[in-house]
């Protein structure tokens, strides 16, 4: 369980700094990034977990991969990219308002100082 965890907060910390790197400050293009990225990191856990293809599958074996592709080009699989997709971005979700609750404190703080 904690290595699922500590996973999820790797895509998150890897999508703060994609938005972060590419200065993306419109809010349906950040929506529409973080959406894309949680499809895309869906697809390839379910290409890992269940078709057990790795990255280096497409030098050492390309025609695996191109098969495995055509039979997970399905339907079947649509629950679990969704699924995994909306676990994704409530993960970030919850992220983004812990960090804006912990800036909140830490003003809140400071002006107790003062």
């Known amino acids: 369980m904690a ?3 500590f ?3 790797c895509g998150v910390e890897s999508v ?6 590419f200065v993306i400050k419109e809010y349906y293009f950040k929506l529409f990034v973080l959406i894309l990225l949680s499809v895309i990191s869906s697809f390839a856990i379910h290409l890992g977990r269940y078709a057990r293809l790795n990255s280096w599958d497409l030098v050492l074996r390309p025609t695996v991969v191109i098969t495995e592709l055509s039979k997970l080009l399905s ?10 997709s909306f676990i994704q971005i409530m993960v ?6 812990r960090k804006a609750a912990n800036r909140l404190l830490n003003t809140i703080s400071s ?4």
């Not at 970030?92 to 308002?97: G, T």
């Not at 002006?111 to 003062?114: D, E, F, P, S, V």
């Open 3 to 5: 290595s699922i965890l």
């Open 7 to 9: 996973g999820f907060l």
């Open 16 to 21: 703060n700094q994609v938005l972060k790197r």
């Open 75 to 84: 339907t079947d699989i649509l629950p679990f990219i969704v699924g995994f």
């Open 92 to 97: 970030f979700v919850f992220f983004l308002i």
């Open 111 to 114: 002006l107790a100082i003062i």
